[in-house]
């Protein structure tokens, strides 16, 4: 089950920002600080964490022989995901970049809206 932590921590974070995005919270900091957050747990926990585990789970004898197989692809799957991470970090640098150039002061909890 050690495996399987790793993706609950960066679960909530990836379910936040839709939520955060449904209530209208787009431009808040809220929302780019849980980005942010989500952007660093994800790389520590899928480039580090999940890989470690297979060198635990490997040597059992009462792994399932598919675990052998499908693991690593696991692995490989979450690093293609974390090489689009960087990206996306730096789209959300610009965007408030943006922001900030336009006059607008991003709040906690207060999304901006028109004048």
């Not at 790793?6 to 955060?20: A, D, I, K, W, Y």
């Not at 520590?44 to 060198?55: A, D, G, M, N």
Request: charged share 15%.
């Amino acid at each position: 089950m050690l495996h399987l932590l790793p993706g609950e921590f960066t679960n909530v974070s990836m379910h936040m920002r839709e939520v955060l995005k449904r209530l209208g919270m787009r431009y808040t900091w809220c929302f780019y600080a849980n980005e942010y957050f989500y952007c660093t747990f994800y790389i520590l926990c899928r480039t580090i964490w999940i890989p470690s585990v297979y060198f635990y789970i490997y040597p059992c004898e009462t792994s399932n022989p598919a675990i052998f197989f499908m693991y690593p692809l696991h692995i490989f799957q979450s690093w293609f995901y974390v090489s689009k991470l960087p990206k996306m970090w730096s789209m959300r640098n610009g965007e408030r970049y943006k922001l900030k150039k336009a006059g607008f002061t991003l709040k906690w909890f207060d999304p901006i809206t028109e004048a």
